[in-house]
């Protein structure tokens, strides 16, 4: 079935340290979102990447998408202790009656002072 | 507030009981959907609205679930004789948009707990 996979699975740093997680589809994706969740808050949006190879940077985030579309990865740079949270990717896979966007299994990130 | 709004935002039943969530999209948008997301893990697909069709229905889901979206605005998701395996928070979320799968806006989810 589709799957998207996030590694790792848990990541502690210290404050000012880079972050990245890594994520991968089974199959090649049209378009790849990211998602960050608060502890205890609902998933909110980041971003959407949506060509081979194209590179979007919010801040200290960087985001990729890879040339055969099928995997992406996040990159923090200095984090801080407002980055705590668990980062998913998600992937787009078209069925029968439409899209269905599929999460990863999502990457938790603590910061530690 | 516009957002996503569900309710209730918990609901603690016994195992065998029937529940109901509801879900309240953003008003213009025409997509709505229900994930299941368990501790440490992602959200889970579960069924997918485009206005009043409901387009789709995850494989894992029992008969037990089922999901409305009556005028193409709220939905409703019920939930019969639970079982404690259905203890999770239900995420809904809604999008704009034709082709394809835009930026979804959750909702701040209803937690079941069946005891």
């Known amino acids: 079935g589709q799957q998207v996979m996030q590694i790792p699975q848990y990541q502690h740093v210290q404050e000012g340290e880079d972050f990245t997680t890594y994520c991968n589809s089974s199959t090649t994706l049209s378009n790849i979102q990211w998602y960050k969740q608060r502890p205890g808050g609902h998933p909110v949006f980041l971003i959407q990447l949506v060509k081979s190879g194209e590179v979007k940077k919010q801040k200290r985030l960087t985001f990729q998408f890879g040339e055969a579309k099928k995997n992406s990865s996040l990159h923090i740079t200095a984090t801080q202790t407002t980055d705590v949270g668990t980062y998913f990717c998600?992937?787009?896979?078209?069925?029968?009656?439409?899209?269905?966007?599929?999460f990863g299994t999502g990457t938790q990130l603590k910061v530690e002072l | 507030d516009t957002g996503v709004s569900q309710n209730p935002r918990h609901k603690i039943t016994k195992r065998g009981q029937n529940v109901t969530f509801r879900c309240d999209p953003i008003?213009?948008?025409?997509?709505l959907y229900w994930y299941r997301q368990t501790l440490g893990q992602g959200p889970e697909f579960l069924t997918y609205?485009?206005?009043?069709?409901?387009?789709?229905k995850s494989r894992l889901l029992s008969d037990r679930f089922s999901a409305e979206r009556p005028k193409g605005s709220f939905s409703t998701l019920e939930i019969q004789r639970t079982e404690q395996g259905d203890s999770a928070m239900y995420l809904c979320?809604?999008?704009?948009?034709?082709?394809?799968?835009?930026?979804?806006?959750f909702g701040e989810g209803s937690r079941l707990t069946v005891l």
């Open positions: 979320a809604s999008s704009s948009g034709t082709q394809n799968t835009g930026e979804l806006f």
């Open positions: 008003s213009e948008h025409n997509r």
């Open positions: 998600a992937g787009p896979f078209v069925t029968g009656g439409g899209n269905k966007l599929t």
């Open positions: 609205f485009q206005n009043e069709a409901q387009l789709e």
